[in-house]
T-cell receptor
Framework: DTAVSQTPKYLVTQMGNDKSIKCEQNLGHDTMYWYKQDSKKFLKIMFS???????INETVPNRFSPKSPDKAHLNLHINSLELGDSAVYFCASSPGLAGQEGGNEQFFGPGTRLTVL | AQKVTQAQTEISVVEKEDVTLDCVYETRDTTYYLFWYKQPPSGELVFLIRRNSFDEQNEISGRYSWNFQKSTSSFNFTITASQVVDSAVYFC?????????FGTGTRLQVFP
């Protein structure tokens, strides 16, 4: 059973399009995240949600909008895609935040490789 | 400011050599967590270890060991008797409240 799953695994699209990446976790975790990994392998947090509430929005353009319909899902919608959005996007989940019961060990999904042409 | 530095961009070793990956962090908080993740060529991120700031005991898990030293703000990772399957990018990360701050990663190549 996959703990954190993302769909699609690969996404190739044209500039200006709108696309979504879905993330689901079956670990019963309260906290979910989106990270972006650029071509140099640099990993950076984009968003985090705790119990469906936005905790972090790390200076991400408004074109990126996360949506958490329930604790098990955190989807990422991207409007008006740009060339610079090409990257691997990782979803992750953890039992809680640092210092909370259960701790903050993050489990990552397999990643979605987005290519904008 | 929170920061994680992995000064070694790339390391190449021959199988069975021991190798140490360095990690230095900066934080003003007294409570924080440190992590190591492995990213093999297949691309997924694999959790290796989490250590909280109050536990400075070194840890060993098979061929892997970690040396946490608060005095030097370092959390180094040693692989003993490296194997080709250890070839990957290894990330050190810091978490004090609500997010992981990653280092830039060290690419380890183990040659047969």
């Amino acid at each position: 059973d996959t703990a954190v799953s993302q769909t699609p695994k690969y996404l190739v699209t044209q500039m200006g399009n709108d696309k979504s990446i879905k993330c689901e976790q079956n670990l019963g975790h309260d906290t979910m995240y989106w990270y972006k990994q650029d071509s140099k392998k640099f990993l950076k947090i984009m968003f985090s949600y705790n119990n469906k509430e936005l905790i972090i929005n790390e200076t991400v353009p408004n074109r990126f909008s996360p949506k958490s319909p329930d604790k098990a899902h955190l989807n990422l919608h991207i409007n008006s895609l740009e060339l610079g959005d090409s990257a691997v996007y990782f979803c992750a989940s953890s039992p809680g935040l640092a210092g909370q019961e259960g701790g903050n060990e993050q489990f990552f999904g397999p990643g979605t490789r987005l290519t904008v042409l | 400011a929170q920061k994680v530095t992995q000064a070694q961009t790339e390391i190449s070793v021959v199988e069975k050599e021991d190798v140490t990956l360095d990690c230095v962090y900066e934080t003003r908080d007294t409570t924080y967590y440190l992590f190591w993740y492995k990213q093999p060529p297949s691309g997924e991120l694999v959790f290796l270890i989490r250590r909280n700031s109050f536990d400075e005991q070194n840890e060993i898990s098979g061929r892997y060991s970690w040396n946490f030293q608060k005095s030097t703000s370092s959390f180094n990772f040693t692989i003993t008797a490296s194997q080709v399957v250890d070839s990957a990018v290894y990330f050190c990360a810091l978490d004090n409240t609500d997010k992981l701050i990653f280092g830039t990663g060290t690419r380890l190549q183990v040659f047969p």
